[in-house]
């Protein structure tokens, strides 16, 4: 790294916000390459997958699940960085190239795809657990109540 962003670093609280401190911030994420981002996403997914194995509990699988949804969008937001923008044609507009952020776009699917099975699954351990007054899996060995 480069002195600015060190100096940036161990100083990000004195440095004014404004035009200087972004770009700083931006030349350090230049240096962090797509290996750093997949190394991350894949030890953020192991853990996930981990917590969906061992779990007992239902609720511990939602949230070991929510990190394995959260690794793969951090892998699309990593190669959209990488391979930036593409050029592709517009629906509803007369412009022939427009650039789309396809990683940011399939990410925030992901998010809202993410809630809505966290609510859903949320009110099945609450029905569950009302019913058997547990929420280990092992409990829900029948498919009716």
């Known amino acids: 790294m480069d002195n600015d962003s060190l100096y940036f670093l161990s100083n990000w609280a004195n440095v004014e916000s404004g ?3 972004l770009l700083t911030m931006w030349n350090i994420f230049k240096h962090i390459s797509i290996h750093h ?3 991350v996403a894949a030890i953020i997914f192991t853990i996930g997958f981990y917590g969906v ?3 007992r509990n239902a609720i511990s699988i939602l949230m070991s699940i929510e990190l394995m949804l ?3 969008n951090l892998n699309f ?3 959209n960085q990488i391979w930036g923008l593409k050029i592709t044609r517009a629906a509803f507009t007369s412009n022939e190239d427009v650039l789309t952020p396809v990683g940011q776009i399939f990410t925030i699917f992901i998010i809202i795809i993410a809630a ?3 609510a859903v699954g949320l009110a099945i351990v609450i029905a569950f ?4 007054h547990s929420v280990k899996v092992e409990d829900a060995d029948l498919m009716r109540w």
């Open 19 to 21: 035009g200087n401190a």
């Open 37 to 39: 981002y997949l190394t």
């Open 53 to 55: 194995i061992v779990r």
């Open 70 to 72: 959260n690794a793969v």
């Open 77 to 79: 937001v990593a190669f």
């Open 116 to 118: 809505a099975e966290a």
């Open 129 to 132: 657990y009302r019913q058997r």
